[in-house]
């Protein structure tokens, strides 16, 4: 069943439990995830971003594929944009049947980010297209001091009252990519957004961070998780240059690598 993403999270920080968005590259890891959401009956949001490589990820093309494909089972699908800066890639997500999408204007001052997203909410609300939006700012590992920015709770709230958007992705220690060292999370500051902001939020950068660690902020309204760089890199090794024809290999190994972040996180249907 192809959905958007709003019942599906409000549903999940109610019962306190995750729904994976597995960030995908191309029709055949669609294609497998799909297939293990339907075989574990669990919800799932697909999600493409920005600058993925065409043709490999076409967005029109994925989306088609992933409409049609949903469609054929009981399971709540989601198709999401992730991290789009730029508004014509939004709108034109919207016209290719994108059920979900994310302004990411965490790098903007909060005013300016602010307006762009009620701007995106008003487009996306009007063609039934649930919005993601980001205060603070998830980094990279390595960045520079500064770059990543931790979301403040008092914010996340006065920016949820201005936007009207529908999940917001926090920034309480996770980084996008491979952890240097381990991971830290702020789950005092994520309990303080969790009591001023009603509406679910999302967490970035899954992949590394540890189940003990993620089981815990399910508990404060984490009803997303986005997981990329773990599938990505079951991908790559399955890939090894013994392997003359290396999809199917691929296929399983990303199969089992989104499996060991949805039985432990995500609830049967
Ligand atoms: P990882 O690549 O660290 O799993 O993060 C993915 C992500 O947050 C995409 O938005």
Request: proline share 5%; net charge negative; with cysteine.
């Amino acid at each position: 069943m192809y959905v958007n993403t709003k019942e599906m999270l409000e549903k999940a920080r109610r019962e306190h439990y995750m729904v994976i968005g597995a960030g995908c590259w191309s029709l055949n890891s669609a294609a497998t995830f799909i297939d293990v959401a339907a075989a574990l009956n669990r919800p799932l949001i697909l999600m493409l971003w920005e600058g993925a490589p065409e043709p490999l990820a076409e967005q029109e093309r994925i989306c088609e594929y992933v409409r049609h494909a949903a469609g054929k089972t009981p399971v709540p699908i989601a198709m999401h944009l992730d991290h789009a800066h730029d508004l014509d890639t939004i709108y034109s997500a919207i016209h290719a049947g994108f059920s979900s999408v994310m302004f990411d204007g965490s790098e903007l001052p909060f005013a300016e980010n602010a307006e762009i997203t009620r701007e995106v909410v008003k487009v996306a609300r009007a063609c039934g297209v649930t919005v993601e939006a980001e205060l603070g700012h998830v980094g990279q590992p390595g960045d520079e001091p500064g770059q990543s920015a931790l979301t403040v709770p008092e914010e996340a709230a006065d920016f949820v009252r201005q936007t009207g958007v529908d999940s917001l992705a926090v920034s309480i220690g996770t980084v996008h990519g491979v952890y240097q060292g381990e991971p830290h999370l702020d789950l005092d500051r994520l309990k303080r957004i969790y009591e001023l902001v009603e509406i679910p939020l999302v967490l970035h950068g899954g992949s590394g961070t540890g189940l003990d660690l993620l089981k815990e902020t399910m508990q404060y309204g984490i009803s997303k998780l986005n997981v990329m760089t773990d599938l990505v890199l079951a991908a790559m090794k399955a890939a090894s240059p013994d392997n003359f024809l290396p999809e199917l290999e691929i296929c399983e190994a990303i199969a089992k690598s989104l499996e060991g972040y949805m039985l432990p996180l995500t609830r049967v249907l």
